[in-house]
């Protein structure tokens, strides 16, 4: 099945950012960010931010979530810098988790985006 969340943003050309998602069972979400822009003619590009890595475990669904939870969030969030902001940039917040290594330090990651589906830093 797939769903999307709805980004609460817009960016320069005023498109708007949506991101979509592959239920693999009940417990992950398909590990693979697809992000398209919804433009004002209503058409959907797709968004594929160069060497994006997200660990496996970030696309486990997240329980705490304040997301209704027929929408199985999971530990990826996607923001602007304010609500409603116009911008150039967006933002991608997710955890190191390893499933194999619990010796690594656990710790937020915060990626800035480009319009040009490249991380800038």
């Known amino acids: 099945m797939v769903r ?4 609460q943003f817009y960016i320069s050309d005023k498109s708007k950012l949506l991101q979509f998602y ?7 979400n398909e ?3 697809h992000l398209k822009l919804l433009h004002q ?15 496996r475990l970030n696309f ?3 329980s705490s979530s304040s997301l209704n939870k027929s929408l ?22 997710y955890y190191n988790i390893f499933e194999r290594d619990s010796t690594t ?17």
């Open 72 to 93: 199985q969030s999971d530990f990826i969030n996607i923001k602007s810098l304010l609500q409603e902001e116009i911008s150039n940039f967006f933002y991608i917040l």
């Open 60 to 62: 486990c669904h997240n």
């Open 4 to 7: 999307f969340r709805n980004s």
């Open 105 to 121: 330090p656990f710790e937020r990651i915060l990626l800035e985006i480009d319009l040009k589906e490249k991380i800038s830093r």
């Open 22 to 28: 592959h239920l693999i069972d009940n417990k992950y």
């Open 31 to 33: 590990s693979n960010l």
């Open 41 to 55: 003619n209503r058409t959907l590009k797709n968004f594929n931010i160069q060497n994006l890595l997200i660990l």
